[in-house]
């Protein structure tokens, strides 16, 4: 059965329910977005980490060949860290790359990759930064594009109207009914809801707090008694029957990340690609701090299984301090050091065509 867009979604030009959610740090690239808009779905370019001159060079990129397509912006809700706890990590850190090389890189061909993983400087003061937000409010003034979701908190009101007023529908990710309820009374236009399967960061308002253990079924359950907006379902969907199940509980569209991540439109470092490639169903997704000091789920690894346990919270510090050693890791393609963001959906990865992986989740 092939599954037809409605509602906002419809609205939006699309003729499939899948969105291809964002994914900051590179998988969304306009690639991916522009074949989620071949597929007959929505696609979102992910301006987080992203100056407002790169997103703006991508929205430019992507407005070429599809109007059907998103923005997706985090919300400035930093996470404090002491000095204390950032200069406790950062040495725990500096000490792991140094066992870890000495214990990975012992034999004398692998002197280079020990000495470019010997060369990472971490910085040594906690940056907070609100990742351009006023900036890329403005560019999307400038730029108007479709539609814009949010994620990580709940902006000012005044945000969300400045944005409705470009024109552009406004979606908040919320992570349970009590933000479900928030947002609708800011004005948001729909809600992506999160369940804490989902592949990177959680998008909870409240990082302090675990994700909930709450499947995406009883979570869209939770949000639909508080709301009757539109709400697009995301949270380790990563079959067509996983996308049936919440179109029939009402949800408007499945929003998927994980799934894509090896697509040949996906702008995800090459060893990400592969670790999902090789990632056993036996060895499940874990929850860490250890990459960015705010709950993620990805691959275990090497840095997850020796550093989640001694991380602090504190977001976007802890992303800005491991970032160094995270590069490094990419460039000697060595997955252990890199944050491999995955689902809980991470075994029904292909390296397929997104159009192709999207049009089997819609059922053609
Ligand atoms: C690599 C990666 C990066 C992500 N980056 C973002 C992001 O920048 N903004 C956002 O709202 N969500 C982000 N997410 C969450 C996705 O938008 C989406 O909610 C999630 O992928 C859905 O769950 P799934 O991965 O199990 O399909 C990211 C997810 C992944 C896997």
New binding site residues.
């Given amino acids: 059965m092939s599954l037809r867009a409605t509602g906002l979604l419809a609205q939006l030009g699309a003729a499939t329910p899948l969105v291809a ?5 590179g ?1 969304s690239r306009p690639e991916l977005v522009i074949a989620a808009s071949r597929a007959g779905g929505l696609g979102f370019l ?1 301006g ?1 980490y992203q100056s407002a001159a790169q997103l703006h060079s991508q929205i430019s990129a992507v407005q070429s060949e599809t109007s059907v397509f998103g923005v ?1 912006l ?1 919300v400035p809700n930093p996470v404090p860290v002491s000095g204390q706890d950032f200069a406790r990590y950062r040495s725990a850190l500096q000490r792991w790359i140094t066992q870890y090389a000495g214990r990975a890189y012992d034999d004398a061909e692998a002197a280079s990759i020990r000495e470019r993983l010997a060369e990472v400087v971490l910085p040594g003061d906690a940056r907070a930064d609100d990742d351009g937000w006023n900036e890329k409010l403005a560019l999307l003034e400038r730029e108007p594009v479709p539609v814009v ?1 949010l ?1 990580f908190g709940l902006p000012a009101e005044q945000d969300v109207r400045r944005l409705q007023a470009t024109g552009a529908k406004v979606m908040v ?1 919320v992570t349970d009914a009590s933000e479900a309820a928030r947002a609708q009374a800011a004005g948001a236009d729909g809600l ?1 809801v ?1 369940s804490g ?5 959680h ?1 909870s308002w409240n990082p302090v707090r675990e994700p909930q253990r709450v499947s995406l079924r009883e979570l869209l359950g939770n949000v639909r008694v508080r709301t009757e907006l539109p709400l697009w379902a ?5 079959t067509p029957e996983a996308v049936h199940a919440v179109l029939v509980q009402g949800a408007e569209a499945a ?5 894509l ?1 090896r697509s040949g439109e996906s702008g ?1 470092h090459e060893a990400h690609k592969q670790a999902l490639a090789q990632a056993s169903a036996e060895r499940s997704t874990v929850v860490t701090t250890a990459f960015s000091g705010r709950p993620a789920r990805a691959l275990p690894n090497a840095f997850t299984g020796d550093l989640t346990a001694q991380a602090p919270l504190g977001f976007p510090a802890l992303h800005h301090l491991t970032s160094p050693l995270r590069r490094a890791f990419a460039e000697v393609g060595d997955p252990e050091g890199i944050n491999l ?5 991470f075994t029904e990865t292909r390296e397929e065509s997104a159009e192709v992986i999207l049009r089997r989740l819609a059922g053609q």
């Fill in positions: 959610a964002p994914m900051a740090g998988p992910a987080g997706n985090f979701s994620t990710t992506i999160q399967a989902a592949g990177g960061h998008g995301a949270g380790g969907l990563s929003a998927v990340g994980t799934v991540l995800a963001w995955a689902g809980t959906g």
